[in-house]
């Protein structure tokens, strides 16, 4: 069941959002947009509203601006992103559905910072992606992110501004003694 409420933006209610803000600035907070969908068949008389999640919005507190976030291979089923600071880490799910991407984007640029296949061994053909990757972790200093693909072995990736690095297991090992 899906916790619904609305964004109001100068007294005005704009859009339906589910989920916990994240702030970026003082200024820029990113949420989750809802939306209601159709659900009724055609030959259905009456209309069958439900709910269902959407894409990430950025809110410009200031000037009240709302504006969609496009996030590459994002699906709004399977998805699920993290965020720290500017950035946003989540898998990737094909239009196929067969190949899950570990992609990480920085708001304000155009092309992801990261964009990585990932095994899906684990994941049997024709099933549902949901299950193969988790919400990636975020790691303060250095700053690291880590994908677990089911199936899969952890990968980890540091970022350096618009740079981003696979972290060796011996890096890995130093940075957490």
């Given at each position: 069941?899906?916790?619904?409420?609305?964004?109001?933006?100068?007294?005005?209610?704009?859009?339906?959002?589910?989920?916990?803000?994240?702030?970026?600035?003082?200024?820029?907070?990113?949420?989750?947009?809802?939306?209601?969908?159709?659900?009724?068949?055609?030959?259905?008389?009456?209309?069958?509203w439900?709910?269902?999640?959407?894409?990430?919005?950025?809110?410009?507190?200031?000037?009240?601006?709302?504006?969609?976030?496009?996030?590459?291979?994002?699906?709004?089923?399977?998805?699920v992103?993290?965020w720290?600071?500017?950035?946003?880490?989540?898998c990737?799910?094909?239009?196929?559905?067969?190949?899950?991407?570990?992609?990480?984007?920085q708001?304000?640029?155009?092309?992801?910072?990261?964009?990585?296949?990932?095994?899906?061994?684990g994941?049997?053909?024709?099933?549902?992606p949901?299950?193969?990757?988790?919400?990636?972790?975020?790691?303060?200093?250095?700053?690291?992110?880590s994908?677990?693909?089911?199936?899969?072995?952890?990968?980890?990736?540091?970022?350096?501004?618009?740079?981003?690095?696979?972290?060796?297991?011996?890096?890995?090992?130093?940075?957490?003694?």
């Open positions: 069941m899906l916790k619904i409420r609305p964004l109001i933006v100068d007294g005005r209610m704009r859009e339906y959002v589910v989920g916990s803000p994240h702030d970026v600035t003082d200024d820029l907070f990113v949420v989750r947009r809802a939306m209601r969908v159709n659900d009724s068949l055609p030959d259905e008389a009456s209309p069958h439900l709910w269902q999640r959407g894409g990430w919005l950025v809110v410009n507190r200031t000037s009240g601006r709302i504006s969609p976030i496009n996030l590459p291979e994002f699906d709004a089923l399977y998805s992103a993290s720290y600071r500017d950035y946003v880490a989540y990737g799910v094909s239009d196929d559905g067969n190949k899950i991407s570990a992609i990480v984007i708001l304000g640029r155009r092309k992801p910072v990261l964009s990585k296949l990932l095994p899906n061994d994941v049997p053909e024709g099933a549902a949901d299950s193969a990757c988790p919400a990636p972790e975020w790691q303060r200093n250095p700053v690291r992110l994908f677990l693909p089911a199936g899969g072995t952890k990968q980890t990736f540091s970022v350096r501004g618009h740079v981003v690095d696979a972290v060796s297991d011996e890096e890995e090992e130093d940075a957490s003694k």
